[in-house]
């Protein structure tokens, strides 16, 4: 047997949630758009514009955060013998889950990492996105209650589990093929953001370190945002919510050291002031991250250690971010989209008949 | 006989679930939990612990750990 894994004790979750809440702040003044050092969602979104699965000038990097995250944590899962290829526990409906839970965070703008990160930075409305993720994951636990399965995995190849880190390693590849040129809004393939959150980031090395060393910690100390609210409401295991919670502590006082706080609702970075479409976007984000098992952070972790469902996940998210652009279902600082609000109505319908079709027979 | 349950390939936290529900209908004083992986075997551990059960043994077995845990 291993050694225990220090990481995944109580310190070790706050500890992690820690290094996650300084470096994201920080993040922010090195570059990165306002209250999103880190957003799972956002960032996905806007890998989605470099490829152009969708053409908002304005949110089109390629976020080296994001590859770093499942490289870093596969990385961790070789070294520590936890990386176990597995498949097959309904890639499709993982998939649907991932694009509804992009759509729905894309009305909110934020994951649940940029929700606390926001609310780290003074903006009051990510009270409305928190309060309606945590609706949606309770919606979730309910479901989970009564039996709510996407079914078992099976052992696989080691090619499987090597699928979305390689999809990684040639977006990173792409990215210094196609390096950012000053001023353009393309570079060979890929497509970039002359203004806009998309033309605001770190520089890409340091961003890659910090995705790569976030992805080693979060994959050992099983860091997930969405497991935090679910194991509170469903057991009163406050295991997870205590990295949750220190990720918000920890960067509220950077960005109070940085003079990046500035409390308020309105003329917040990347957000807008419709409650009930904050609270519902989320709430939508929620349940789908609820039924599938995990936060878009975690699920990029998972892909690391060879968890090819959420690999058909994250591709389901950079898919759906694709959609909510192109159809106009994402928000943006003027409030939602054209369709934002038809996409969360038939995102919920989505997610409830999921939630009700898809139970363990009880014996 | 021991109850077994089988969380082998469940997403979370359906592990957990199938855990508290075997302690919580169970007759038996020990179960035996098995899972595929670490993060599985992690939170069956502490949920067992949140029970006051005791993990008499977890052991390497068939890509993944078979994990024994019992009450006084």
Known sequence: MQG???????????????????????????????NMGICVACFERDIAGALGLHRAAVVQYM?????????????????????????????????????????????????????????????????????????????????????????????????????????????????????????QDQSGVLL??????????????????????????????????????????????????????????LAFLTNLLLGQFKPGFSDQPVAHTMHIWNFAGMALAGLAFALAGGCPGRQLFLSGEGDGDAAVFVLGMIVGAGFAHNFGLASSPTGVGPHGIAAVVVGFLACLFIGFSMRRKVA | MTTTVDARGLSCPQPVILTLDAIKNGKDKALVVLV???????????????????????????NGYRIAIAKD
């Open chain 1, 4 to 34: 225990k894994n220090i990481l995944a004790t109580r310190w070790g979750i706050i500890g992690v949630g820690a290094v996650i809440g300084v470096l994201a702040a920080v993040l922010q003044k090195l570059g990165n758009p306002g």
């Open chain 1, 63 to 183: 976020r080296p955060e994001i590859i770093g995250f499942v490289l870093g944590s596969m990385i961790a899962a070789y070294i520590f013998k936890e990386f176990r290829p597995r498949v097959g526990s309904a890639p499709i409906v993982r998939f649907v889950l991932g694009a509804f839970a992009m759509i729905g965070a894309l009305v909110f703008l934020g994951c649940p990492w940029r929700a606390v990160l926001r609310l780290a930075g003074g903006d009051g409305n990510a009270i409305l996105g928190l309060l309606g993720l945590t609706f949606g994951i309770w919606i979730g636990t309910l479901f989970l209650k009564n039996g709510y399965t996407l079914g078992r995995t099976q052992t696989t190849h080691t090619t499987v589990g090597w699928m979305l880190p390689l999809i990684m390693l040639g977006f990173l590849a792409l990215t210094l093929i196609f390096p950012q040129v000053a001023g």
């Open chain 1, 192 to 249: 970039y953001s002359a203004k806009g959150p998309g033309a605001m980031h770190a520089p890409l090395l340091i961003a890659l370190i910090v995705g790569l060393g976030i992805g080693f910690l979060a994959q050992r100390s099983r860091f997930c945002t969405m497991g935090a609210i679910r194991d509170t409401v469903l057991f009163g295991q406050t295991h997870l919510l205590s990295g949750f919670i220190s990720l918000l502590v």
């Open chain 2, 36 to 62: 595929d992986t670490d993060t599985s075997k992690e939170n069956v551990m502490r949920a067992a612990a949140s029970q006051g059960y005791r993990v008499e043994a977890v052991a390497p077995e068939a």
